[in-house]
């Protein structure tokens, strides 16, 4: 190896916020992960999906609109849809206005889904993440993930 192409080796106060970062966030997902199925029967994917259409106009949401919007495959959300379609929580209808596209819409049930579990996984959130960091470390964190967001090309706080 020639000096140019060695690799920039992590410094120690690197190396823990990358250690921090990957022993961390699987612990506080699986954490909110397991409260939200325990609570709700929910998975993460069926929060995901419930939590955007109940904030969408109408509880609907052009499939195509919905995958991109979740940075998730169409092939994904599709078999997450049909999952979800099965226990009558959202169904898929044609584009009424162009035949070529579909939509999902979030079925009473799937209200129902959704609006019971919200009040349970916001408990769950403030649980094992907010109520244990100080304001000054939440607002550090909503930073990072901002910067983070925007190199990945996510939409920014607001559109989403």
């Known amino acids: 190896m020639t000096p140019a192409s060695e690799p920039r080796w992590l410094t120690e106060a690197e190396q823990a916020a990358w250690f921090a970062w990957r022993r961390m966030f ?3 997902d699986a954490a909110i ?11 993460e994917a069926d929060y995901d999906v419930l939590s955007v259409l109940g904030s969408a106009d109408g509880h ?17 959300l599709s078999h997450q849809l049909t999952r979800m379609e ?10 009424a206005t162009d035949g070529r596209g579909a939509e999902v819409v979030l079925t009473d049930t799937g209200v129902a889904a ?3 579990a919200a009040p349970l996984h916001v408990a ?12 000054q470390q ?11 967001r925007h190199r990945f ?5 607001g559109r989403d």
């Open 26 to 28: 699987p612990l506080v």
């Open 33 to 43: 992960a397991r409260d939200l199925n325990q609570d709700s029967g929910l998975s």
């Open 60 to 76: 609907r949401m052009r499939i195509s609109a919905l995958a991109e919007l979740m940075h998730w495959s169409r092939s994904r």
């Open 86 to 95: 099965q226990r009558g929580i959202v169904r898929r209808e044609d584009v």
């Open 114 to 116: 959704i609006t019971d």
């Open 124 to 135: 769950s959130v403030r649980r094992h993440l907010v109520d244990v960091l100080t304001p």
């Open 138 to 148: 939440l607002q550090v964190l909503a930073e990072v993930g901002e910067v983070l």
């Open 153 to 157: 090309g996510a939409p920014r706080k």
